[in-house]
């Protein structure tokens, strides 16, 4: 079984930053295929960024490209994802997944956190 803890939401102003953590546990994090999620109030959830387990690959939603970084320490099973420039539309529920690939669709990914809050104020 695998744990994930996410950690760091929070209030922002727009144009702010903010960093978000998961901490994995359980099993061998240096595996997984790490990726967030983020759930907006009425909406469906949307794919933001993944990262393979070496690092060496990421991927990310059109909408954060440029803004989001994602990356991740094997040494303290622990993923970030740093945001820059926030928008109002950046207000959802961040949710951390584990999968042992990559799909940008929610249904890949047997493990979730239990997901933080992140507001940005219009």
């Known amino acids: 079984q695998v744990q994930l803890v996410e950690s760091g939401g929070g209030l922002v102003q727009a144009g702010g930053s903010l960093r978000l953590s998961c901490a994995v546990s359980?099993?061998?994090?240096?595996?997984?295929?790490m990726a967030w999620f983020r759930q907006a109030p009425g909406k469906d959830r949307e794919f933001v960024a993944a990262i393979t387990w070496s690092g060496g690959s990421t991927w990310y939603a059109d909408s954060v490209k440029g803004r989001f970084t994602m990356s991740r320490d094997n040494a303290k099973d622990t993923v970030y994802l740093q945001m820059t420039t926030m928008k109002p539309e950046d207000t959802a529920v961040y949710y951390c997944?584990?999968?042992?690939?990559?799909?940008?669709?929610?249904?890949?990914?047997?493990?979730w956190g239990q997901g933080t809050q992140v507001t940005v104020p219009s």
């Open positions: 359980g099993r061998t994090f240096s595996r997984y295929v």
């Open positions: 997944a584990a999968s042992s690939s990559f799909a940008s669709y929610g249904g890949n990914y047997p493990y």
